[in-house]
């Protein structure tokens, strides 16, 4: 949420207007200030620090009551202004995560540490805004970083403290929750929350910050549409994110070009329109060049394209240009997310598809070893995505046990790692009940 938009959306109470009579007798920009504490939709038009000097050096000369007035105003105004920080708050889910896996969790870690500090500095937990808005914050690098239940935790007991406080607040808490969902395959739970956030969100888009929050909101609203099939009722809110960007950009930059290159290349696959599938790749090509030459830092972001570009290659056995991206991407999520995490987890298998489409059944047995370490690692155990990697192995194993194949350069040690962290589950299961996402 952008700073702008606050006001709109907050749902502050209103305060009493007790001393206007004696603030009258001041200096109307003191009586200003006083009234816009009294109103919290209004702009503050002088710094909190000039306000608090004011009325240091009118403690003696201005009526007893006055003075108490602006004291109270600028009590109200400071409080206003940390919990406005406090829902502005998104520096630890902004953070890259690019170290590894390792790298990140320390990273994870130091954050932990933070939020502890602010818990053992208030009183009223979560109730207090500043504990909120940090909590929120963390529950959103968890989601960054894949750790799905610790993310959904802490969501959970935001919960009642975001509704109480409603407006932006149960904005921005949706907003994550809704992610979480997505990231868990619960689309529909996800879209059910976006469509509250649609219907939170009232102001136009002419209003300051409005269309860079819906640009967002329709950009995830379109993504998880095309996740669940959905890809008429995707191409809608597509539309309607393009008209919002149209407010604060002049044309569509590589983010949008993105994601108009995947509806497209969806929709002509499936309905067999080749030409239109491969304009579409273009455009996703696009996306790629753009995306390196204005934010070269994004590592993560330009993996996914490239994952994504060596799909519509792969969708046309094009195998060597799929390949090319195929293993950029690869390389790129083992160095900035590490081999346990979702994303290199889903560019494995993809690599892993590519080689069993070559023939290279070899080669495939190790990529999808990978694959499925990540699956029975991750959060939330999927049985149905960990059945399907399991056949794909069984078949690549078919292939590689003839007389004319050779086993001895295949990588069967990510394979192991996978089936000993299920013996182990097993055995945890029988002793202490099921395991994770059973």
Request: net charge negative.
């Given at each position: 949420m952008r700073?702008?938009?606050?006001?709109?959306?907050?749902?502050?109470?209103?305060?009493?207007r007790g001393h206007r009579?004696?603030?009258?007798?001041?200096?109307?920009?003191?009586a200003g200030?006083?009234?816009?504490?009294?109103?919290?939709?209004?702009?503050?038009?002088?710094?909190?620090?000039?306000?608090?000097?004011?009325?240091?050096?009118?403690?003696?000369?201005?009526?007893?009551?006055?003075?108490?007035?602006?004291?109270?105003?600028?009590?109200?105004?400071?409080?206003?202004?940390?919990?406005?920080?406090?829902?502005m708050k998104r520096s630890w889910s902004d953070t890259a995560f690019e170290e590894g896996e390792a790298g990140n969790d320390r990273i994870l870690e130091q954050f932990e540490r933070e939020l502890v500090s602010i818990l053992q500095r208030s009183s009223r937990g979560l109730a207090d805004a500043e504990v909120l808005g940090n909590a929120i914050d963390l529950a959103g690098a968890y989601k960054k970083n894949y750790k799905l239940e610790k993310a959904e935790a802490v969501l959970i007991r935001c919960t009642r403290h975001a509704e109480e406080r409603s407006g932006a607040w149960l904005v921005?808490?949706?907003?994550?929750?809704?992610q979480v969902r997505m990231k868990q395959s619960r689309d529909v739970e996800a879209?059910?929350?976006?469509?509250?956030?649609?219907?939170?969100?009232?102001?136009?888009?002419?209003?300051?910050?409005?269309s860079e929050f819906y640009e967002?909101?329709?950009?995830n609203m379109s993504s998880s549409l095309r996740r669940m099939g959905r890809e008429d009722d995707a191409a809608v809110y597509f539309l309607k994110m393009a008209e919002a960007s149209r407010y604060h950009k002049k044309q569509l930059d590589w983010m949008d070009l993105w994601d108009l290159g995947i509806l497209i290349a969806n929709r002509a696959y499936q309905a067999s329109r080749w030409e239109e599938f491969y304009k579409s790749r273009e455009i996703i090509a696009e996306a790629l060049l753009q995306l390196e030459a204005?934010?070269?830092?994004?590592?993560?972001?330009?993996?996914?394209?490239?994952?994504?570009?060596?799909?519509?290659?792969?969708?046309?056995?094009?195998?060597?240009?799929?390949?090319?991206?195929?293993?950029?991407?690869?390389?790129?999520?083992?160095?900035?997310?590490?081999?346990?995490?979702?994303?290199?987890?889903?560019?494995?298998?993809?690599?892993?598809?590519?080689?069993?489409?070559?023939?290279?059944?070899?080669?495939?047995?190790?990529?999808?070893?990978?694959?499925?370490?990540?699956?029975?690692?991750?959060?939330?155990?999927?049985v149905s995505e960990m059945m399907k990697l399991v056949d794909q192995v069984l078949h690549s194993l078919d292939h590689v046990v003839r007389p004319d194949a050779n086993l001895d350069s295949a990588n069967l040690e990510p394979l192991r790692r996978a089936l000993n962290e299920l013996i182990e589950e097993s055995v945890l299961h029988s002793r202490s009940g099921p395991p994770r996402g059973w």
């Open positions: 700073a702008a938009m606050v006001s709109r959306l907050t749902a502050f109470g209103r305060t009493g009579i004696a603030l009258d007798r001041l200096c109307p920009r003191v200030i006083v009234a816009q504490a009294q109103n919290t939709t209004a702009p503050v038009s002088l710094p909190l620090d000039e306000f608090a000097a004011l009325v240091e050096r009118m403690r003696e000369e201005a009526p007893k009551e006055a003075v108490e007035s602006m004291e109270m105003a600028l009590a109200r105004l400071r409080k206003q202004q940390i919990e406005r920080a406090a829902l921005k808490y949706l907003n994550h929750m809704s879209m059910e929350m976006m469509y509250e956030m649609e219907s939170l969100a009232t102001f136009s888009l002419h209003e300051p910050g409005a967002t909101l329709y950009r204005v934010e070269p830092h994004e590592l993560i972001l330009r993996a996914k394209v490239l994952s994504n570009l060596g799909q519509c290659y792969l969708a046309t056995e094009e195998f060597s240009e799929a390949e090319k991206h195929y293993m950029e991407a690869y390389s790129l999520f083992s160095r900035t997310v590490g081999k346990r995490s979702p994303l290199f987890g889903m560019q494995a298998w993809a690599c892993g598809n590519l080689r069993c489409a070559q023939q290279r059944f070899v080669e495939a047995i190790g990529f999808l070893g990978e694959a499925l370490y990540v699956e029975v690692v991750k959060d939330g155990l999927s």
